[in-house]
């Protein structure tokens, strides 16, 4: 008789079990909608759907921080980290409201929440200025890297912090280097927003020289954007001495001379411009004697191709190179030159003499001097001219040297 009546109550469970999975069914999906509501709803719809929910709690002193009344959005953020002891957001809303009256208090729950998450944008931007106001630049520096990692439409007034920082105050600048050099995301934007800004230059001479000191250099396209910008500007002297301490490139009257594609930032290295008939590239030289400069030119165009800044000092010097045609050799159509760039007077030319023999490699010299006067900076620059009809021209350039002519001594 005993299995019958267990059969019986097992029977009976299973014509429960789907009125029961009904009303789970029922109760998930109402949670589901609590949820959302809670989520999204306007606050005052939210509040009468779950008036005991923390998150609930924490958006409606939210709100009230908002509309500016602080007595209430202090005590519902109270309650509402009373129900949800970690919420952020009620914790940043409670060091907010009581800022004004405590702010050694609101600087532990603003702390607090601002290590919680990063992602407190209110948080930090309230951190930001409290640790300026206490000088400390580590801080500041720290909770701005926070707000700039995530957040594009801060960078301006985030990067004017960075600058007039270290422009206006010398002990900010170790702090803005230490956050550069392991390269952050907003690295590059804010270096490219020093190109301009009476501070700039400044700025960018001091983390040049602090970042070369880490592990995060100024890469050569960061620098020679430096370079650049302060070439266009005319800031020559202080371009002399922005190389001269940072060695990049290192010291050299010519950096690649040899053409082998060494590393370094213009416009202290080669800068190579094609344009309408007219080619230039470092390349395999002929009879794979290593690297050397191509040229190619239809003869009609004119036009700087390769160029490079050079800082020679006051006084005589040589100008050495080789060269080898493949066409148009017996009408070259182009020349080296050296100009001051203070005044653009060429003080130097070479143009290679018509080539009989195009096979072989020939010798080209010029010698010349650097006035002591408006000539700290100068180009050396090959240009091609335009002949009476096109005309192809191929050649190859080597072993370039500018070397310092010592005074010669005569005998009887």
Known sequence: ?????????????????????????????????????????????????????????????EAEMVAGRVD????????????????????????????????????????LAGNWSL????????????RLEQGDYAGAFGHADALARRREDVHPRIFQLFTVAVAEDPRAAPHLIARLAPWPNWRPAYLESLRTGPQAAQVQATLALGLQRTDGPLNDGELQTVYGEWLRQGRLPGLRELR???????????????????????????????????HAEISAGPESQGKALFLETDGFSTRTVVSQVLLLDPGPYRLDGRFRFEAGGRDPRFSWSIRCLETNAVIA????????????????????????????????????????????????????????????????
């Open 349 to 412: 030319a070479w143009s290679p003499t018509a080539a009989q023999d195009q096979s072989d490699w020939a010798d080209g010299r010029a010698e010349f001097t650097v006035p002591a006067a408006n000539c700290s900076t100068q180009w050396l620059e090959l240009k091609t001219r335009r002949g009476a009809r096109r005309s192809a021209v191929v050649a190859w350039f080597d072993t370039f040297a500018l070397v310092p002519v010592t005074a010669k001594t005569t005998g009887n």
């Open 244 to 278: 001269r301490r940072l060695r990049r490139p290192p010291p050299a009257t010519l950096h690649d001379g040899g053409f082998e594609g060494r590393a370094g930032p213009t416009p202290f290295n080669w800068i190579l411009e094609a344009g309408p008939g007219v």
């Open 1 to 61: 008789m005993q299995p019958r009546a267990v059969g019986r109550t097992g029977g009976g469970l299973r014509a429960w079990a789907p009125h029961v999975l009904t009303v789970l069914l029922i109760w998930l999906g109402w949670q589901m909608v609590v949820g959302l509501l809670v989520q999204r709803s306007p606050v005052e719809t939210a509040i009468r759907v779950a008036p005991s929910s923390g998150q609930v709690l924490s958006r409606a002193a």
């Open 119 to 130: 992602r407190d944008d209110p948080s930090h931007a309230w951190l930001i200025r409290r």
């Open 72 to 111: 209430a959005a202090r005590d519902l953020a109270g309650m509402a980290l009373r129900a949800a002891p970690f919420d952020v957001r009620a914790l940043r809303v409670l060091g907010l409201a009581v800022a004004r009256t405590d702010p050694d208090a609101a600087d532990e729950l603003l702390t």
